[in-house]
């Protein structure tokens, strides 16, 4: 995030794009409710499906699955033709203006709503409404990203961020909300392929030279890694033996779930590292009890790059250790000593080799926590990014056309299919259907058909329906509502039973390597 979460209460127009938000991240609803409700903030909301924030909202775009860009350049271009943009903070602080222009000028209203399904009328809106507002903040979630086209799309956002000059300014920004407690933290902390902590790339010859140094290794990879989906790949080709899966459940949440399993099978060797006994855990050979985010210590990094201090507040059952001290002894018998006394030593570390943890330390995050970046003892960190120059200089726009989804709907597979979360349980349910109360209040998986295509296929809210795709079928029980539009299908993603990611495709963002969960086409009829 660009921006702390209390700035939305400073945003004159909050836009909602991808993102359930008071099922999936219910504290941000409230804020966003709060500035609707008590601030007069105005809401545009941007989803397939009638969430719940759309009765909060001044303007609703009901876009098709897969045709964010076409929208967004919509608006951009609305908005330079009305001459609403930032002239001035364009000029000083931006480049590739002009390209972005002559790209976005195809977008005209009544193009883009033959992509996206959005009433001409209804983009117009909310073009002036964003364009006329200052500031004005973006809040998105994974429907942007989990798409072929997802780096483009977050790149399209800021395009619009940086055209009205909502970017370095309190209430504004592009902020994309994390899905769990230390998401943000692991990033930073260089659990990505391509990366040392704190974003230092590996390919940097004096990076990597200042880490070899600190660990007392020679020669780490000049190359960048495998993302996750790339490693079930080389797995079905031999070219990865083993694979250590810690707090992660891909048989569930991967797409196409039996090329998953395929490729689980094809391994040497597999560990997982877990507090409970996952559908992954089940093909591994060796599992490693962990613990919670209660019986351990150490910090997290929220969503607003807050680092916070976790404190311990019981004891872990049975064997199970904290993760850094299984790692700590498994490094140790393969020959390389990691002697830490407990958190504050590793905390120590971090931030010696990480310029944006410089000056966090145990004693100075007791209290609120503090944001990155904090280069030194002295600062007290940066709630907002970018206020007076960009990281890279001068923010620059980028050109990018939309393109559609891989697997466009047929005669066959008539339906789009979208998948996501409901308020009672997260991710693949390790946690949550655990619990015997959220199963109560959720115990099954419920697809949602819209009423007309109910109707038309002769179905009852209730009765169960299969759905199948190029890779798999489900069969699941039908929900019948107004909140998926025509011709679309959401499944929650979080039952065994019916695993939604049998069905879904595993193309992948060419940049990010982000399967595209958010759209495949699916046949449905009555079981």
């Known amino acids: 995030m660009t921006n702390p979460i209390a700035d939305l209460l400073k945003s004159e127009v909050i836009l909602v794009t991808g993102s359930n938000t008071t099922e999936c991240h219910p504290i941000f609803a409230n804020y966003i409710k709060e500035a609707v409700l008590r601030k007069g903030a105005k ?16 303007i609703w775009l009901r876009a098709k699955p897969g045709t964010d860009i076409a929208w967004i350049n ?28 002559a790209a976005v000028e195809k977008y005209t209203p009544q193009y883009v709503s033959g992509i996206t399904g959005i009433p001409a009328s209804d983009l117009m809106e909310a073009a002036r409404a964003y364009g006329k507002a200052k500031p004005a903040s973006i809040l998105y979630t ?20 940086m055209l009205c000059g909502n970017v370095g300014v309190p209430g504004g920004g592009v902020n994309p909300l994390r899905g769990q407690n230390n998401v943000q933290g692991a990033c930073d902390l260089g659990a990505l392929p391509n990366v040392f902590t704190g ?13 070899e140094e600190a660990w007392g290794v020679n020669n780490l990879p000049r190359t960048p890694g495998l993302t996750v989906t790339e490693m079930f790949s080389a797995a079905e080709e031999g070219k990865v033996k083993a694979i250590y899966i810690m707090g992660e459940n891909p048989l569930l949440s991967d797409p196409d779930m039996n090329h998953i399993e395929h490729c689980l099978k ?10 409970f006994l996952t559908e992954t855990a089940k093909y591994a050979d060796v599992v490693l009890p962990a613990t919670s985010f209660a019986e ?5 990094t929220n969503s607003e790059r807050r680092v916070q201090r976790v404190r311990k507040a019981v004891s872990p059952p ?64 940066t709630p907002i990014l970018h206020i007076e120059k960009f990281v890279r200089g001068k923010g620059l726009f980028f050109a990018i056309d939309y393109k559609p989804p891989a697997e466009p709907t047929d005669e066959e597979y008539p339906f789009l299919l979208t998948t996501g979360r409901v308020l009672q349980h997260y991710h693949t349910g390790t946690m949550t259907r655990k619990g015997r109360g959220l199963n109560m209040l959720y115990p099954e998986l419920l697809a949602e058909i819209n009423t007309d295509d109910a109707v038309h296929l002769g179905i009852g809210s209730g009765e169960f329906i299969r759905i199948a795709s190029r890779r798999g079928d489900i069969k699941v029980k039908s929900l019948i509502s107004e909140r998926p539009g025509r011709g679309v299908i959401f499944v929650p993603f979080h039952f065994s039973e019916s695993p939604a990611n049998a069905l879904t495709i595993n193309a992948l963002d060419p940049i990010a390597k982000i399967p595209e969960y958010k759209v495949c086409a699916v046949k449905v009829e009555k079981a």
């Open 43 to 58: 809401l545009i909301v941007v989803d397939p499906r009638k969430i719940d924030l759309v009765d909060y909202a001044d």
């Open 74 to 101: 919509g608006l951009i271009l609305l908005i330079i033709k009305e001459n609403l943009q930032a002239s001035e903070y364009i000029k000083e602080r931006t480049e590739g203006f002009e390209e972005l222009k």
């Open 142 to 161: 994974m429907g942007i990203t989990q798409h072929i086209t997802g780096t483009d799309t977050v790149k399209s956002l800021a395009n619009l961020a």
């Open 199 to 211: 974003y230092q790339p590996v390919t940097g010859d004096e990076v990597r030279e200042k880490f």
């Open 266 to 275: 094809s391994l040497e060797f597999l560990v997982v590292q877990d507090i």
């Open 296 to 300: 351990k210590e150490g910090t997290f």
């Open 318 to 381: 049975g064997e199970a250790r904290e993760d850094y001290r299984i790692i700590c002894e498994l490094s140790g018998r393969m020959g390389y000593p990691m002697d830490y006394k407990g958190p504050e030593d590793i905390m120590e570390e971090i931030r010696s080799v990480t310029p944006s943890y410089a000056g966090i330390t145990c004693q100075r995050i007791e209290g609120a926590g503090i944001p990155w970046p904090c280069p030194d003892e002295g600062h007290q960190g």
